[in-house]
Nanobody, 122 residues
Framework: VQLQASGGGSVQNGGSLRLSCAAS????????MGWYRQAAGKPRELVAR???????DYLDSVKGRFTISRDNAKNMVYLQMNSLKPEDTAVYYC?????????????????WGQGTQVTVSS
């Protein structure tokens, strides 16, 4: 299973970017898909996550500015980022909990994308 993230870049304060992440390979089912970020010198943190049933969690600092969505048919997850701030600057990683085969119980494994840089200048 591979996750391929795209859509990062450099924008000015208040700008927008849309990140995309495609999961491919031997996929039976995907539970949670999400985005994490890691700024220089800081630990990785959860930005947004969407569960297969539709439940969504956001980091408090991005609520009202970022929107996560997913396309289950295409095994993709998106992150629309509006009103970007310099403190949003980080490498953004997509993440998915994937089951590669049916089973009882189904076993999910966590996979990570390669990271995409988001830079917001003031």
């Amino acid at each position: 299973v591979q996750l391929q993230a795209s859509g990062g870049g450099s924008v000015q304060n208040g700008g927008s970017l849309r990140l995309s992440c495609a999961a491919s390979g031997s996929i039976f089912s995907i539970n949670a898909m999400g985005w994490y970020r890691q700024a220089a010198g800081k630990p990785r943190e959860l930005v947004a996550r969407i569960i297969s049933g539709g439940s969504i969690d956001y980091l408090d600092s991005v609520k009202g500015r970022f929107t996560i969505s997913r396309d289950n048919a295409k095994n993709m997850v998106y992150l629309q980022m509006n009103s970007l701030k310099p403190e949003d600057t980080a490498v953004y990683y997509c993440n998915a909990d994937v089951a590669r085969a049916p089973g009882m119980p189904v076993k999910f494994y966590t996979y990570w994308g390669q990271g995409t840089q988001v830079t917001v200048s003031s």
